[in-house]
C-alpha cells in the first residue's frame, strides 16, 4: 500500500468512527434516560390538603335563640379551617330556647331544643370575614387527595336532616349530600360517623352548578329538624373533617355488613392510628371478591394484620383454630368472625370467635373452637375489627358479636381474609405491589447505571477499533 493509499484508508477508518458514535452511544444514553426517568419525582397534586380538619370544636362558642327568629355569631381561632367558624340558629316554631354551642373543653359541638322548637342551625366556614353573608371564595382547599367528609357522632339522640354543602368560587357553584337521619341513631357511648362521600353529592339548592373538590371556597354543614318535623331533637358532634374511608372486601353475599349504602364496616384511613397491622389503605365502597382479596388486588396490599398462627393444625373442637393479630396504633376492641358453614354472614355457631377482645399495641395469638361439622383441609372466610374503646371507661363491652360486623367508626380498621388450615403449598403469592417514591432510586442505582453506560462505551470503542 503506497503512502496515499494509506491515508486515504485511515481517513475512511476516521469518518467510520465519527459516523458510528450515534451508535455507540445509543446504549448508554438509554441507560442514562431511564436513570432520570426514575431520579424525577412523580406529579403530586398541587396544594391538595388531605385530611382536612374542618372544626374540632376545641374554641368556645354559644349561640342562643329565643322563640321563632334567626342569631348569628362569628368567632375566629387558628384551629378553624379559614380561621373563622360561623354559627346562625334559625327558629321555625316554638317558643323556648335553642342552644347551639362549641363546648371548647369537651371538643363538642351541641344543639339542644326546646319541646316545640324546629330549628336549622348551619355552621359556615368561607374564611376569616365576621360577616353572615356567604364568601364562597374565603377558603383555598384541595381536597383532591381524599373522598369523603367524615361527621362524627357523639351521643343517641339525633333527629334531623344532616347537609354538607361545598362551594368553588360563585354562590351558584355547589354541590350537596343529605343524610337523614331521623328515627335516632342508638349508637351508645362509643362515638360513631357519618360518611358523606364525595361520589354521592349532587347539584346544591339554588346553585346552577357543581362544585369542585380540588377547588374549595366555602363548606356549610346544615342541621335541619323543620324538614323532618322533629321537635326536642339534641344534637352532639365532636370531629368535621375530609377523609380517605377504608371498606371491607368479602363478596356479594355479605353486602348487608360490608356496603357503604347498608351502613357497611368503614372507618376513616390513618396511617398512624388504631389499625390491625401496620398498612392501611381507602376505597370508595367495599369491593367484592371472592377470596376477600378485592382490597388488595385493587390498591396496595394493607390486610397485613390477621394470619392463621404459623405452626398451628387446625381441628375441630374446642381451641381446635388459633390466629395471629397485630394491633398498631394503641388501646382499642378487638372483633373476629369465621363463616364456617358458608353461609353468607356470620351468625352461625362458634362464627364469633373474638369478641370485645380489649388489645393494645402488639402481637398476639387467639384461639378458638371450630365446630365438628368442619372437614379439613379448607379456608374460610373471615372479618376481623379493631374499633375504639368506650371512651368514658376504657372499656370494650359496647358492641354485641351482631352490631361490631358493620358500622362506620372514626378510628380503626376492618379486613376481610380467606383463612384455615389449607395444606401449604410451595409458593402463595396473592398480589405483589411496586410503589414508587420520590427520589426513590439509591445512589448505588444511580451509579450501577452510570457504570453501565462507561463500559458500554469503552467495550464497544474498542470492538470498533
Not at 424525577?40 to 390538603?49: E, L, Q, Y
Not at 363478596?251 to 347498608?262: H, K, Q, V, W
Request: hydrophobic share 40%.
Amino acid at each position: 500500500m503506497n503512502i496515499q493509499n494509506f491515508l486515504h484508508y485511515q481517513k475512511g477508518v476516521q469518518i467510520m468512527k465519527i459516523n458510528s458514535l450515534p451508535r455507540l452511544l445509543a446504549l448508554p444514553l438509554a441507560l442514562l434516560l431511564v436513570a432520570i426517568v426514575i431520579l424525577v419525582p412523580h406529579a403530586k397534586p398541587v396544594g391538595a390538603n388531605p385530611d382536612q380538619v374542618v372544626d374540632h370544636f376545641t374554641f368556645a362558642q354559644l349561640v342562643s335563640q329565643n322563640g321563632a327568629g334567626s342569631s348569628w355569631s362569628a368567632v375566629s381561632d387558628a384551629s378553624i379551617v379559614g380561621n373563622e367558624r360561623e354559627i346562625t340558629v334559625t327558629v321555625a316554631a316554638g317558643t323556648t330556647t335553642t342552644n347551639a354551642e362549641s363546648n371548647a373543653p369537651a371538643h363538642k359541638f351541641s344543639v339542644g331544643a326546646g319541646s316545640d322548637d324546629l330549628f336549622i342551625v348551619t355552621l359556615t366556614y368561607d374564611g376569616n370575614d365576621n360577616n353572615p353573608n356567604l364568601n364562597p371564595s374565603g377558603l383555598a382547599l384541595n381536597l383532591s387527595a381524599d373522598n369523603a367528609f367524615v361527621v362524627q357522632l357523639d351521643g343517641n339522640d339525633f333527629a334531623t336532616d344532616i347537609t354538607l354543602t361545598i362551594y368553588s368560587g360563585s354562590v351558584t357553584t355547589c354541590s350537596s349530600r343529605t343524610i337523614r337521619t331521623s328515627g335516632g341513631l342508638n349508637y351508645g357511648q362509643t362515638p360513631r360517623a357519618l360518611i358523606f362521600r364525595f361520589s354521592d353529592f349532587t347539584l346544591g339548592a339554588g346553585c346552577s352548578s357543581t362544585a369542585n373538590f380540588a377547588s374549595v371556597g366555602a363548606v356549610q354543614i346544615v342541621f335541619n329538624t323543620q324538614s323532618t318535623g322533629n321537635f326536642q331533637t339534641d344534637i352532639t358532634i365532636d370531629l368535621f373533617q375530609s377523609a380517605v374511608i377504608d371498606y371491607g372486601d368479602l363478596p356479594t353475599a355479605y353486602n348487608a355488613i360490608s356496603r357503604y349504602s347498608s351502613n357497611g364496616a368503614a372507618h376513616m384511613v390513618n396511617t398512624s392510628g388504631i389499625r390491625l397491622g401496620s398498612l392501611i389503605d381507602g376505597e370508595n365502597d367495599r369491593i367484592a371478591h371472592a377470596n376477600a382479596a378485592g382490597d388488595d388486588l385493587n390498591n396496595s396490599d394493607d390486610e397485613d394484620g390477621v394470619i392463621a398462627t404459623p405452626g398451628v393444625v387446625w381441628t375441630t373442637g374446642v381451641g381446635g383454630g388459633s390466629v395471629r393479630v397485630t394491633v398498631a396504633g394503641g388501646d382499642s376492641c378487638l372483633f373476629g368472625w369465621i363463616d364456617w358453614d358458608d353461609s353468607g354472614d356470620f351468625d352461625g355457631v362458634n362464627e364469633n370467635i373474638i369478641l370485645q377482645q380489649a388489645v393494645t399495641t402488639g402481637t398476639a395469638d387467639y384461639t378458638f373452637t371450630i365446630p365438628g361439622t368442619v372437614s379439613f383441609p379448607n379456608t374460610f372466610l373471615s372479618r376481623f375489627r379493631v374499633i375504639p374503646r368506650r371512651p368514658s371507661t376504657g372499656a370494650c363491652a359496647e358492641f354485641d358479636a351482631t352490631t361490631a360486623q358493620s358500622g362506620m367508626f372514626v378510628a380503626g380498621e376492618v379486613e376481610d381474609h380467606r383463612i384455615g388450615g389449607a395444606a401449604p403449598s410451595a409458593v402463595n403469592l396473592s398480589s405483589m405491589t411496586a410503589t414508587t417514591e420520590s427520589n426513590s432510586l439509591t445512589l448505588f442505582g444511580v451509579a450501577g447505571l452510570l457504570g453501565i453506560a462507561i463500559v458500554s462505551v469503552v467495550v464497544m470503542m474498542r470492538r470498533r477499533t
